[in-house]
């Protein structure tokens, strides 16, 4: 919904961008107004590459407030405490957002809040995660004041020419070609209280949530992708694991993937390929790292699947794209 104002704030034509693209201006500034994932990245390409702003992303982030979410967005205004929002928002997100998740890692002290793209053929990555991470910056600041900053930021994307836009912004020590797209704080907020929250409202839009989740029509295949997305950056992702995730045995889940013409490895394959070439493309990150993060046990078992996904390795394939574009 930012994307037009910060358009025109650097000079850039809205119009031209949205000419012959099916979509009108007043369509975004809907906030009940909705399109494909897909789509709304190759916008978000298309108004970066107008405005030759790199930090583009950032600056449509920068805007959001949690009530551009929807219901998602009013029940985590609504939760007692900012550690149960943050787990109602994994929960809900994906009624507003089905193109990529949350992320909620709570280890001991360190508490990391990030988000995930899981959605094929998406554009604009690195612009997708600047708004992503701004915004639950812009979150944690609804929450605990406007001169709350994180401990540390981490972006997969690589660094930008002038990283000034980012540390004004977050204020906080900025780590590129990180291995996840995260805010990382002190565990300690998580039992910080949320001021005016409203115990019945929240309730209440707990149990719209609910039907609302009843309602979609979710896919076994999707469901496991988006797990598989998720449990990838937190080091599992067995078909035990997912399986427990959905809450069914695992020869379940088997059963049913293979009802639908595919498998759990044939998943787990297309979601590793998918954020390779994300990770490839859109940061300067070592491709021996990239294998520990997809879970292979070395560099030649990735550069073997690699390989056998688009011919290439993935020296050559980063080197042919980077030229390319």
Known sequence: ????????????????????????????????????????????????KATKCPHFGLLVGTRAHPSCLGIAGFLLLNCPDIGTALRSLVQNLDLHDRGGIPTLLIEDDSTQFGYAIHQTNVEAAEHIYDVSIAFACNIMRAFCG?????????????????TAPYRQFYRAPLRFNADRNAIVFPSRWLDHKIPGANTLLH???????????????????????????????AGNCTINDIARQLCMHERTLHRRLCAEGTSFQRELDAVRHDFALQLLAGSAMPIARIAAMLNYAGVGSFNRAFKRWTGLTPARWRASNLTSS
């Open 146 to 162: 406007g001169n709350w900053s994180p401990a540390e930021v981490l972006l997969s994307r690589r660094r930008p020419p002038d």
């Open 203 to 233: 309730r209440h839009l707990e149990r719209e949530a609910n039907e609302l989740h009843a309602l979609q029509m979710a896919t076994i295949i999707g469901d496991t992708r988006r797990l598989l997305r998720a449990s990838l950056l």
């Open 1 to 48: 919904m930012g994307m037009v104002a910060v358009m025109r704030e650097l000079g850039a034509d809205p119009e031209a961008v949205f000419e012959g693209s099916g979509y009108t201006i007043a369509q975004f500034a809907d906030p009940d107004s909705e399109l494909p994932y897909a789509t709304g990245s190759r916008f978000l390409a298309r108004c970066a």
